[in-house]
Nanobody, 119 residues
């Protein structure tokens, strides 16, 4: 129903920046939440940043002040601007869209894009 494709990952030196993009096949306007998750080697997948349909945002403590989540409704795309990158940010980053339902949420995931930060 909803397909998400991430892009923008790559190799960057510590202190550098990257901007991830998540293009959706359909409109994300009605989605309850749109966000970015990441999974580092040997660790569980964690929430990095999330933005609600109303525009409110939430960030993991580890990325506050460095990452910024945003969306462009005209392009139907979600973004994650990552600044002051650290080696600890190395992970596969996944785009996520969630529709909150009464019983079970409707959740969609992208394939992920690799971000590697060298020191």
């Amino acid at each position: 129903q909803v397909q998400l494709v991430e892009s923008g990952g790559g190799l960057v030196q510590a202190g550098g920046s990257l901007k991830l993009s998540c293009a959706a096949s359909g409109s994300m306007y009605s989605a309850s939440y749109m966000g970015w998750y990441r999974q580092a080697p040997g660790k569980q997948r964690e929430l990095v940043a999330r933005i609600s349909s109303a525009g409110s945002t939430n960030y993991a403590d580890s990325v506050k002040g460095r990452f910024t989540i945003s969306r462009d409704n005209a392009k139907n795309t979600l973004y994650l601007q990552m600044n002051s990158l650290k080696p600890e940010d190395t992970a596969v980053y996944y785009c996520n869209v969630r529709f909150v339902r009464a019983i079970v949420d409707d959740v969609y995931w992208g394939q992920g894009t690799q971000v590697t930060v060298s020191s």
